[in-house]
């Protein structure tokens, strides 16, 4: 069946990108915070142990693994405008009864669950239509950059957030601090309400199912989308890990206190940021795809120093091996996100993005499941010396695969008869 996308006139307004970056910015920077008050809260408030502490974390992604694919389907049917402001006030929502149910003296675990869950749904829909939005408002040639400078401001939020949290937290209670997520979601919201509505209508007489599949069988069978879809979800099977057992490592076995673990986790964003920085001149230096090998293993060393030592030696190699992670995966994502909306055709690009984020982010709540249930048993050390392990998968994807012939991935001319080819 043919399938085609109505597009209105390209976007001449001027500054619909920054207006775009803006709300992303003010979303990203409160989630940061509530990324160290929402577990702080499950630790501090509620004595959350080690396998609550997994299930909240995986209830934060688990959304993947039950809409993940049909919400490229939905995203090509809705405004994107309106689907993005929709799942952030539903994110404010749930963040907000935090504070509320905790002064009545209803606050459980299973109300973080709840709200982790909800976030979780509304994250799903928000990405895919945000990924979907961007290649409609920038030209092809600043994809690249782009996408670098919106990896570099999460990453800035990522450093100056999760300090700003552990301090909030030390000074006001995990349980105030929350309140600032609820108000960045309500202000992303407003500055998206400014923008110009853009999305397409499905047209041709294919179902659900059969958009689906066409997009699952895209990436699947793409010789190199296909490679970088399952590196990105061995990352996040290790990323999963880690955030189920980084506060239970931090606060139980290092004994730290809660500023100290914000500026650990907040480390992360100096690894983040560089790589952002760095993912342009990486790639015009090596190729795009020996980047990709390059990053993949520079991730697993990283993930390897993440556990080592003890006293404030452990607390040097958590941060160096953080920064180390981080900026291997951030030449991932930037690198093979960009490839993604070159390559992919414009009508199958909401739902490639979803088939890749619906494997690769559904291996987050999995790998905080197993992390959390791993860590009771073997402590949070232990556990994360066993992820550093799993994460040679991610490199070893590429190596096995026809990126590892290649210098830029663009290089790659794969046969269209092959990856459009029916299973029959």
């Given at each position: 069946?043919?399938?085609?996308?109505?597009?209105?006139?390209?976007?001449?307004?001027?500054?619909?990108?920054?207006?775009?970056?803006a709300?992303?910015?003010?979303?990203?920077?409160?989630?940061?915070?509530?990324?160290?008050?929402?577990?702080?809260?499950a630790?501090?408030v509620?004595?959350?142990?080690?396998f609550?502490?997994?299930?909240?974390?995986?209830?934060?992604?688990?959304?993947?693994?039950v809409?993940?694919?049909?919400?490229?389907?939905?995203?090509?049917?809705?405004?994107?405008?309106?689907?993005?402001?929709?799942?952030?006030?539903?994110?404010?929502?749930?963040?907000?009864?935090?504070p509320?149910?905790?002064?009545?003296?209803?606050?459980?675990?299973a109300?973080?669950?709840?709200?982790?869950?909800?976030i979780?749904?509304?994250?799903?829909?928000?990405?895919?239509?945000?990924?979907?939005?961007l290649?409609?408002?920038?030209?092809?040639?600043?994809?690249?950059?782009?996408?670098?400078?919106?990896?570099?401001?999460h990453?800035?939020?990522?450093?100056?957030?999760?300090?700003?949290?552990?301090?909030?937290?030390?000074?006001?209670?995990?349980?105030?601090?929350?309140?600032?997520?609820?108000?960045?979601?309500?202000?992303?919201?407003?500055?998206?309400?400014?923008?110009?509505?853009?999305?397409?209508?499905?047209?041709?007489?294919?179902?659900?199912?059969?958009?689906?599949?066409?997009?699952?069988?895209?990436?699947?069978?793409?010789?190199?989308?296909?490679?970088g879809?399952?590196?990105?979800?061995?990352?996040?099977?290790?990323?999963?890990?880690?955030?189920?057992?980084?506060?239970?490592?931090?606060?139980?076995?290092?004994?730290?206190?809660?500023?100290?673990?914000?500026?650990?986790?907040?480390?992360?964003?100096?690894?983040?940021?560089?790589?952002?920085?760095?993912?342009?001149?990486?790639?015009?230096?090596?190729?795009?795809?020996?980047?990709?090998?390059?990053?993949?293993?520079?991730?697993?060393?990283?993930?390897?120093?993440?556990?080592?030592?003890?006293?404030?030696?452990?607390?040097?190699?958590?941060?160096?091996?953080?920064?180390?992670?981080a900026?291997g995966?951030?030449?991932?994502?930037?690198t093979?996100?960009?490839?993604?909306?070159?390559?992919?055709?414009?009508?199958?690009?909401?739902?490639v993005?979803?088939?890749?984020?619906?494997?690769?982010?559904?291996?987050?709540?999995?790998?905080?499941?197993?992390?959390?249930?791993?860590?009771?048993?073997?402590?949070?050390?232990?556990?994360?010396?066993?992820?550093?392990?799993?994460?040679?998968?991610?490199?070893?994807?590429?190596?096995?695969?026809?990126?590892?012939?290649?210098?830029?991935?663009?290089?790659?001319?794969?046969?269209?008869?092959?990856?459009?080819?029916?299973?029959d």
């Amino acid at each position: 069946m043919e399938l085609t996308m109505e597009r209105q006139p390209d976007l001449s307004k001027r500054g619909v990108f920054w207006t775009w970056w803006a709300a992303g910015t003010a979303s990203g920077a409160g989630s940061a915070v509530g990324a160290v008050a929402l577990p702080l809260t499950a630790l501090t408030v509620l004595d959350a142990g080690p396998f609550e502490m997994g299930l909240i974390a995986a209830a934060g992604y688990v959304a993947w693994l039950v809409i993940g694919l049909p919400a490229g389907v939905l995203v090509q049917r809705l405004p994107l405008r309106g689907a993005q402001i929709g799942a952030d006030l539903a994110r404010a929502a749930a963040v907000g009864s935090v504070p509320l149910a905790w002064w009545f003296g209803w606050l459980s675990v299973a109300q973080l669950v709840v709200v982790a869950l909800v976030i979780s749904f509304a994250n799903v829909i928000f990405d895919v239509a945000n990924a979907t939005f961007l290649p409609e408002i920038v030209e092809r040639e600043q994809l690249q950059a782009r996408n670098s400078l919106v990896s570099a401001t999460h990453a800035t939020t990522q450093l100056g957030g999760p300090s700003a949290g552990g301090l909030f937290v030390q000074l006001l209670g995990p349980v105030v601090t929350v309140l600032v997520d609820a108000v960045s979601y309500l202000v992303s919201a407003a500055l998206l309400r400014t923008l110009p509505a853009r999305g397409g209508r499905v047209r041709g007489h294919q179902g659900q199912k059969g958009l689906i599949r066409e997009g699952w069988r895209f990436v699947v069978r793409h010789p190199v989308m296909g490679p970088g879809m399952w590196t990105a979800t061995a990352v996040n099977f290790v990323c999963g890990a880690q955030l189920a057992v980084y506060p239970l490592y931090l606060v139980r076995e290092l004994h730290a206190p809660a500023a100290l673990v914000g500026f650990l986790l907040a480390v992360e964003g100096i690894g983040s940021l560089v790589g952002a920085a760095l993912t342009p001149r990486i790639t015009r230096r090596l190729g795009s795809a020996r980047a990709l090998v390059w990053a993949g293993f520079t991730a697993v060393a990283g993930a390897a120093l993440i556990p080592a030592g003890t006293g404030w030696v452990a607390y040097a190699a958590f941060a160096a091996g953080n920064v180390v992670f981080a900026g291997g995966v951030v030449v991932l994502s930037v690198t093979t996100r960009t490839y993604r909306q070159i390559a992919s055709p414009p009508q199958l690009l909401p739902r490639v993005m979803a088939t890749v984020r619906f494997v690769s982010w559904g291996a987050i709540p999995v790998g905080g499941l197993v992390a959390g249930a791993l860590a009771g048993p073997l402590g949070g050390r232990v556990t994360l010396w066993l992820f550093a392990a799993a994460v040679l998968a991610a490199p070893l994807a590429l190596v096995l695969s026809p990126v590892r012939r290649l210098r830029e991935l663009t290089d790659f001319q794969p046969d269209r008869r092959t990856i459009d080819a029916d299973d029959d």
